[in-house]
Every structure is written in C-alpha cells, then in structure tokens.
C-alpha cells in the first residue's frame, strides 16, 4: 500500500473485526472477573479464593501470545480444531455488506447460520483475551470488594441481620464495578495490544494483522495508519 486512500480503505474494511473481537472478549472479562472477585472476597483465604487468585497470577503471567497458542494446540489436539479466520462474504450467496461486521451484517441479512458461525470462529480468540486480561479485572474487584467491606455502611448492614451474600451482591458490588469502570481505558490498552498476536495466530482480518503484517513489510503508511487509530481509540476512551 503505497496511497493514503488505500490505508484508509484497508482500515475501514478491517476495523470492525477488532471491534467484534474485543467488545466480545470485554463484556465476560468485566462480568466474569468482577463477579469472581467478589466470590473471592466473599471468604478471604478460603478455597476459592485461593483457586481464583493462583488462576488469575497465571493468567496475568501469561503473554497473550503464549496464551493464544497453548488454546490453538489444545484446542488441536482435543478436538482437532484450527483457526479459520473470518468467512469470506464473497461466497455467500445475497449477501448485503452494510458495516464489514460479520456479526451485525447476517443481522440484518438474516442470515443466523453465519451469525452462528462467526460466533464460533471468535471462540478462541475471545477465550484468549478473556483468560489473560480477566485477570485484572479479578484482582481489582477483589481488592476492592475486601475494602468496601470494612466500611461502616457494611458493618450496619451485618448488624441488622442481613445476610453476607445479600451483602456482596447489593451493597458492595456496586462499589466494585466503579474502580472497575476507571481502569477501562487500561484494560483497553492491552487488550488492543493483544490484538497484533492473536489476529495474527488465529487468522483474524483485523486491525492488529494489519499492523503485524504492514510490520513485515515494512509498510511505513499502512503502521502509521494504524498506529493513529489506536492512539486516537485510547484518547476517545480515556475522556
């Protein structure tokens, strides 16, 4: 690519696959990982705050790159599954591009066969982010969560009778989600850093193969392009 028009093109066509991707991963990351660490929370050293908490250190541990490839051999060897990347629409018989997201376009077309399969193409990509990047989330809502207990709202409650899950499901739960929330733009960050490896490994066509490809060849435009939208994601997020 050698045109701006081209890079512009190329971005627009590619961008909303790294969206479908990472706003799949991001929704069981913060519902997930909140939702553990207050179970953690619930009985600090107990048994599933113990198991939670030694996941959660092999999982922040772990490269996203080092991740994606352990569930692409697994996921080989068990079930004898590969990366097929994203169908191409240019086999799909009446089929009408209105945003190049695969996901919402056989909404509208109706086609929920492709929806289903689109679905299953992102399994191991989003399980790949989900498993490195909930992890923080675990540790922040968990964190929080044994903090908001000690406030004297909570100690009220526990006086009147109310039960310690009631507790941590009404009360403090609310109060997780908020710290949660105020490190979005963060997890964000890393989960578009993230991209550039599992993109490439599990043949995804979005915007971090782009970047990793335009890498390899030493495309300065195509890197810049994307270079400037993910600067100009962070910022958007971060307001």
Not at 130 to 137: D, E, I, R, T
Not at 196 to 221: C, M, N, Q, W
Request: one cysteine or more; glycine letters at 6%.
């Amino acid at each position: 690519m050698t045109a701006s028009s081209s890079v512009s093109e190329a971005i627009i066509s590619r961008f909303p696959a790294s969206l479908e991707l990472l706003v799949l991963a991001l929704i069981p990351i913060v519902m997930v990982g909140s939702r553990l660490g207050i179970r953690a929370a619930m009985h600090p050293d107990g048994v599933a705050d113990s198991v939670f908490g030694f996941f959660s250190i092999v999982g922040w541990a772990t490269p996203d790159y080092i991740m994606a490839l352990l569930i692409l051999v697994g996921s080989f060897s068990a079930f004898g599954w590969l990366p097929i990347g994203s169908l191409s629409v240019a086999l799909i018989k009446d089929w009408n591009s209105y945003t190049n997201s695969l996901i919402i376009d056989s909404i509208l077309n109706l086609r929920f066969d492709i929806l289903l399969s689109q679905l299953a193409n992102l399994a191991q990509p989003v399980l790949t982010l989900f498993l490195v990047h909930s992890a923080y989330v675990f540790q922040i809502s968990r964190a929080t969560a044994l903090d908001v207990k000690k406030r004297d709202f909570v100690r009220a409650a526990r006086s009147r009778g109310v039960s310690e899950r009631t507790i941590m499901l009404k009360h403090v739960r609310k109060n997780v989600l908020i710290p949660v929330v105020t490190v979005g733009g963060e997890l964000f960050a890393s989960l578009f850093t993230g991209l550039a490896f599992v993109e490439t490994i599990f043949a995804r066509p979005g915007i971090g193969r782009l970047l990793t490809d335009a890498a390899i060849s030493v495309e300065v435009l195509t890197l810049s392009g994307c270079v400037l939208l993910i600067a100009a994601m962070m910022i958007i997020v971060n307001i």
